[in-house]
Nanobody
C-alpha cells in the first residue's frame, strides 16, 4: 500500500523559500505513468493544484505559480520535493503531496504552513 508523508519545514517567514519533501513508501516514484503532485488549500478556499513531477522526471506547473515553483525528486530516497520562492502570507495553506499511481490517488496527511510577515 502506497503511503505519503510530508516533512515539517518549521517556521516560514515572508520572502523566504518554502521547502517541503514528500517521502513515499510502499511504491516507487519511478513507476511507469505515475505522477507526484503538490496541492494546497488556503484557509476558507478550495484545493489548488500546484504542480507535479512525472515518473520520468518531467515537470508540470500551475501557470499561476510557474515563476516561483520548482518540484524535484530524489529517486534514491524515493522522495519528491517542493520549493516555493518569495512566499507571502497569502501562501499560508495546508500543503499536501499526492501520488497517482496504478490508478489510485494517494494523499499525504497534509502539513499546515503559516507564512509570517
Amino acid at each position: 500500500q502506497v503511503q505519503l508523508q510530508e516533512s515539517d519545514p518549521g517556521p516560514v517567514s515572508a520572502s523566504q523559500t518554502l521547502s517541503l519533501t514528500c517521502t513515499v513508501s510502499g511504491g516507487s516514484i519511478t513507476t511507469t505513468y505515475s505522477t507526484w503532485n503538490w496541492i494546497r488549500q488556503a484557509p476558507g478556499k478550495g484545493l489548488e493544484w500546484m504542480g507535479r513531477i512525472r515518473y520520468n522526471g518531467i515537470n508540470d506547473y500551475s501557470p499561476s505559480l510557474k515563476s516561483r515553483i520548482s518540484i524535484s525528486r530524489d529517486t534514491s530516497k524515493n522522495q519528491f520535493s517542493l520549493q516555493l520562492s518569495s512566499v507571502t502570507p497569502e501562501d499560508t495553506a495546508v500543503y499536501y503531496c499526492r501520488g497517482v499511481t496504478g490508478g489510485a490517488w494517494v494523499w499525504g496527511q497534509g502539513t499546515l504552513i503559516t507564512v509570517s510577515s
